[in-house]
């Protein structure tokens, strides 16, 4: 067996670069196959509890390899049971999850975050505040879920039924991390999550969109929208100059046509900027191109952004204008904002 200088994550290989690599110096695929279980089902933090590997195996895996895990930080919890996790990552840097558990549903659903920080600038956003540094690996993707269930099992006697992506970062900028990260959320031998149980939620970019439809995905997508006009949204996410609501409608068009997975809009309800009537309205326009739900998101509020929450009777009305068009549409009561875990808030603050 040869010896590498400098190791590397294990977890960054895919099943059959872990084969590969064990082929190489003459160890059976069975072997490589006992490790993925170990990493992967059994969650091992280190190359020492795979007791059904022989020791010269352990050891060549030790002086070739590490596992970087991620590491609990601080846990907070808001009086209305949401969990908010500060990890901090193998070299230093912190991010965020959160549990969000709605017991009445039997839903129990971890919000990840798939990058430390964000490019994208969004300005409601307090991650948009922070700069982008770097994606997060799929191990870590899948350790906030395996963290987190162990919480929801402690707090709540079961483990978690959903995950969305929509914590810290845009998916669709760390997209092979991201949906490797699902690969093993729900390879059948380990987590075995049912992919219609995952949502990636995207600030919107249109050729990804479409690049998640040919790569076959088959979970769902939730478009952040906050905006249903190409003026509105320029102003408030800088992403929408190169990627305007038409080519954005185009993509999901694509995607649902050739995946028929669901499509969701996300939309934060900001005091008189996008919670008029007529706001409704643009709204309604972009719901007739595709089968597609409306979730509308209380606003919480950001240090140093100038956004309000919308008032109940203006929500209300907004609601009930989509109602009367026939559009499908969900409230989202604003969770965990005594702790900084709600939609938009989580930046990372000590
Ligand atoms: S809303 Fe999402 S995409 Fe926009 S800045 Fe925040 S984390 Fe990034």
């Not at 929801?152 to 810290?168: A, D, I, P």
């Not at 969770?335 to 875990?341: N, P, Q, S």
Request: glycine share 4%; charged share 30%; aromatic share 8%.
């Amino acid at each position: 067996m040869s010896i590498q200088t400098e190791k590397i994550d294990i977890r960054k290989l895919n099943a059959a670069e872990l084969i590969a690599a064990f082929e190489e110096v003459g160890e059976k695929k069975y072997r490589a196959n006992q490790v993925i279980e170990w990493l992967w089902k059994k969650g091992a933090k280190s190359f020492d509890e795979m007791t059904n590997l022989s020791l010269d195996l352990r050891n060549w895996l030790d002086n070739n390899f590490i596992i970087n895990k991620i590491r609990t930080e601080t846990v907070q919890r808001s009086e209305d049971g949401t969990i908010k996790v500060r990890f901090q990552l193998h070299d230093g840097h912190f991010i965020e999850s959160v549990l969000i558990p709605v017991a009445r549903d039997e839903r129990f659903t971890v919000c990840v975050s798939s990058q430390v920080g964000c490019s994208l600038t969004c300005s409601f956003c307090a991650t948009g505040k922070m700069k982008r540094i770097r994606n997060l690996d799929p191990g870590e993707i899948v350790d906030q879920f395996v963290f987190i269930n162990e919480e929801c099992e402690k707090t709540y006697g079961r483990g978690l039924s959903n995950v969305v992506y929509m914590g810290m970062g845009e998916p669709l900028l760390a997209y092979k991390n991201v949906l490797q990260s699902i690969d093993w959320l729900t390879w059948n031998k380990g987590i075995n999550l049912s992919p219609r149980r995952i949502t990636v939620s995207t600030a919107g970019i249109a050729k990804m969109i479409k690049k998640l439809a040919d790569d076959e995905v088959r979970f769902n997508l939730a478009l952040s929208l906050h905006a249903a006009n190409d003026a509105k949204r320029d102003e408030i996410m800088p992403i929408n100059e190169q990627n305007n609501l038409e080519t954005l409608m185009e993509s999901l068009e694509y995607f649902c046509a050739n995946t028929k997975n669901k499509v969701s809009y996300e939309y934060i309800a900001l005091e008189n900027f996008n919670d008029t009537v007529q706001d409704a309205k643009d709204l309604i326009k972009l719901c007739r191109r595709f089968p597609v739900k409306v979730n509308v998101i209380e606003y919480n509020p950001v240090e140093g952004v100038d956004f309000n929450r919308t008032s109940d009777d203006k929500m209300k009305l907004f609601t009930q204008t989509l109602l009367a068009a026939g559009v499908r549409v969900t409230i989202r009561k604003s969770r965990g904002k005594d702790i900084d875990a709600a939609c938009g808030q989580l930046a990372n603050k000590n």
